[in-house]
């Protein structure tokens, strides 16, 4: 595993357990391809999310895309135009509480941050802050492996 990717599945680690979730994962486009996937995960029951693709106009991802800010989907956070069906990550990974954050470079979204828990429980602040945290570690990251090649 390169450089780029060590300090990726580290901090999906870290912020995993120091939210106490079930599963973090990490969704970036396809640099081939129009679409997004799921390129790292932590906690996950089987591996299958990297199967999975990530439609950017749908579900928690496409919202948290859109609006550029966190979405937190959990037992008293929750709309209407955004259901755990429309994910097939929160039904592969059996998720009842979700929170996406995108994480952002001066030229647009580098990815998005997922965290999730496979029991009903909500994401209080302190959660959604170690959220915009990490994604803001990652994106510096993303920033240096850009500047500096030989990091990825």
């Known amino acids: ?15 995993r ?6 599963f973090t994962a990490f969704a970036a486009p396809r640099r081939d391809e129009s679409s997004w996937r799921w390129t790292y995960a932590s906690g996950s029951l089987n591996g299958r999310y990297a199967l999975l693709a990530v439609k950017p106009g749908r579900g928690i991802v496409g ?18 135009d955004l259901r755990k069906e429309d994910s097939p990550l929160l039904m592969a990974e059996r998720l009842e509480a ?6 952002l470079l001066p030229n647009g979204p580098q990815g998005v941050l997922l ?12 959660s959604i802050e170690k959220l915009y ?8 990251v993303f ?4 500047d500096n090649p030989s990091v990825s």
């Open 1 to 15: 595993m390169d450089g780029l990717n060590l300090m990726i599945a580290a901090e999906l680690e870290r912020i």
């Open 17 to 22: 357990k120091e939210t106490d979730s079930d």
């Open 63 to 80: 919202a948290a895309l859109r609006t550029e800010r966190v979405i937190v989907l959990d037992r008293h956070r929750h709309a209407l």
């Open 98 to 103: 979700v929170a996406a954050v995108p994480v």
């Open 115 to 126: 965290l999730g828990a496979r029991s009903p429980m909500d994401y209080d602040s302190a």
């Open 133 to 140: 945290e990490s994604a803001k570690r990652l994106s510096s």
């Open 143 to 146: 920033s240096q492996a850009a």
